[in-house]
């Protein structure tokens, strides 16, 4: 048996290999090795068919990564070509080990983490120190690593806008859980898509069987676009003030069960004087409208109102237009 070992070679020639597994027929298992080949040599020169390989590191630098020679030579070139001409290795990995240094055999790679298989007759290391009981690391050396998580930056997006939220750690098989779920694509994803109705602070945990880290990310929702409008007899005319909503499905609702979608800067009449709460709508966001509720209480033939330049989201305002005052802007009132 062949386990919780790094074996390296750094030169030698084309036939060179970091596990020589020789001539004799008896059945070899290979568990939780290292096995790389900085040269130009293979990680196996196999020259024995009673081989039984899986959870170890397997790596070249050469043309070939393992060699099988046990009458007529076979070179295989790549990782994958050996798992599916053997069977063996299935849960192994093919990355480069990242030694300390030429000479010290120890590695901290990530990857290596936890992906051995436990055996229990090996408690310890090559240190002396104890191996973890169910999840060990592959290599001769038992190590831990530090979580860390790398998340997206605070983001703007305006009303309707997609974004990507993105989120990394330095351990093996991350299970990812965001909260809140509602308005991303895929909460158990470490990319998921978020599509906010309003501002959001999404909390995503990530964990796996040795740890656990937290991280968050803001959507800040922009306001969708301000309106500006005009007030001339029954009709009113409406014009957004920028280009704040990032979704084209705007929809205005003036107020008697009419709607107008797909149009920035529509003209809209009324059949007779009434309180209309004129919104614009941008998407389905519940966050993403602005409104302004007019009172029209006199015969609209006798006066015209300009609303103020970049009305402010959710002001309202009571428009009161006097039949007696068709020139005088000072007997116009803004009730907020």
């Not at 039984?52 to 060699?67: P, Q, T």
């Not at 930056?153 to 859980?177: H, K, M, R, S, Y």
Request: hydrophobic share 35%; charged share 15%; with cysteine.
């Amino acid at each position: 048996m062949v386990v919780y070992n790094t074996a390296k070679m750094d030169n030698g020639p084309n036939t060179s290999a970091a596990f020589h597994c020789g001539y004799e027929n008896d059945h070899i298992i290979s568990r939780n090795n290292i096995f790389a080949n900085i040269g130009t040599g293979r990680a196996i020169l196999l020259r024995n068919s009673n081989l039984d390989s899986d959870y170890n590191l397997l790596f070249s630098n050469g043309a070939y990564i393992v060699e099988v020679n046990t009458g007529v030579a076979e070179y295989i070139p790549s990782f994958f070509e050996w798992q599916a001409f053997s069977g063996d290795d299935m849960h192994s990995i093919n990355i480069e080990p990242e030694f300390v240094s030429v000479e010290d055999l120890h590695t901290f790679h990530n990857e290596l983490d936890g992906l051995a298989t436990p055996l229990f007759a090996f408690a310890d290391d090559i240190d002396n120190e104890q191996r973890h009981p169910l999840f060990p690391d592959i290599d001769a050396d038992e190590f831990a690593i530090i979580p860390e998580i790398i998340i997206s930056e605070d983001t703007i997006i305006g009303c309707g806008a997609p974004v990507q939220l993105n989120a990394t750690v330095n351990f093996n098989n991350p299970v990812f859980q965001w909260t809140p779920s509602s308005g991303l694509s895929n909460p158990s994803i470490g990319n998921p898509i978020a599509n906010p109705d309003v501002t959001t602070t999404y909390i995503v945990n990530v964990s796996n069987n040795l740890y656990s880290i937290s991280g968050d990310v803001t959507v800040y929702i922009q306001n969708i676009s301000d309106f500006s409008y005009q007030v001339s007899d029954y009709t009113v005319n409406l014009n957004m003030e920028d280009n704040l909503c990032a979704s084209s499905e705007y929809l205005w609702s003036f107020g008697n069960g009419m709607t107008i979608d797909q149009i920035q800067n529509p003209i809209f009449t009324y059949s007779s004087p009434g309180i209309y709460t004129i919104c614009l709508q941008c998407g389905s966001g519940i966050g993403c409208s602005s409104c302004a509720q007019i009172n029209i209480i006199c015969d609209p033939s006798k006066k015209i109102f300009v609303s103020p330049k970049n009305y402010q989201r959710q002001d309202i305002e009571n428009i009161i237009l006097w039949e007696n005052m068709k020139y005088q802007i000072r007997n116009i009132f803004l009730l907020l």
